[in-house]
C-alpha cells in the first residue's frame, strides 16, 4: 500500500482526529488554521504565511481585536436569542455550543481572557441579565427588538393602570374610613352630652330642682 494512501489506518486515523475539536493553544485565529500539536504549532507559526498574517494584524491591532471580539459577542447572543430566548441559563453551557463548532471565533482572540469577563460586560452593557450561581454565572437576554420593547410597554401602561385603580379604591376606602369614624366620634360626643345631662338632671332631682328644656335648673 502507497505511504499516502488516502484509505490507508494512518490516513483514516488522520482524518478522524481532524474531524474532532483540537486544543484551543494551537489554533492561530489571523489564519484561521488549527493544529493538531504543539509540533505542528510551532512550525504554522515559523511559516511564511503566518508571518504575512501577523504582519497585517501589527498594523492595526486594535481593529482586528474589536472585530473578533464583536463576531464572538455576536455569536454567544444568536445561540443565547434563539435557543434560550428570554431563560436563564448558564453561560458555561451557551459557550460549550458555540466551541461544538470547529469553525468558531475563539475566545483567546478577543479582548475578554475568560468567560467571567466576557459576561461581566454583557451585563454592564444591558444585552443580558447577569446573575452568579453555584454552578457559575446565569446569563439572560434581554430582547430589545421593536416588538418587546412594544410589548413591555404595553404591559407596563397596564399594571399602571392597575395601581391607579388601587389607589383610587383605597383612597376611597380611607375616606369612607375616615367619615366613619368621625360619625362614630360625633355619636359617641352626642351620647357623653346626653349623659352628663341625665346625670345632672337626677342630682337635681335628688336636690329637689327641675330643669328646663336646656338643661338649666328651673329656680
Known sequence: MAKHDFFSPKAVANRIKAKGLQKLRWY???????????????????????????AIFAENPDRYMEQFSQ???????????????????LANQVYQEIVSDRQHLHMNATKWD????????????????????????????VDTSPEALARRAAIQKKERQEMDDEQRERMLL????????????????EDSKQETIDQDDQSSKAAGLDRDHTGQPIV
Open 28 to 54: 492561530c485565529q489571523m489564519c484561521e488554521k488549527q493544529c493538531r500539536d504543539e509540533n505542528g504549532f510551532k512550525c504554522h507559526c515559523a511559516s511564511e504565511a503566518h508571518q504575512r498574517q501577523m
Open 71 to 89: 463576531e464572538f459577542e455576536d455569536a454567544f447572543l444568536s445561540i443565547l436569542s434563539r435557543r434560550y430566548g428570554t431563560k436563564k441559563v
Open 114 to 141: 475568560t468567560l467571567t469577563e466576557f459576561v461581566m460586560h454583557l451585563g454592564r452593557s444591558g444585552k443580558c441579565k447577569v446573575e452568579e450561581a453555584e454552578r457559575g454565572w446565569l446569563v439572560e437576554w
Open 174 to 189: 380611607n375616606e369612607q374610613l375616615a367619615r366613619m369614624r368621625k360619625l362614630k366620634k360625633e355619636v359617641s360626643e
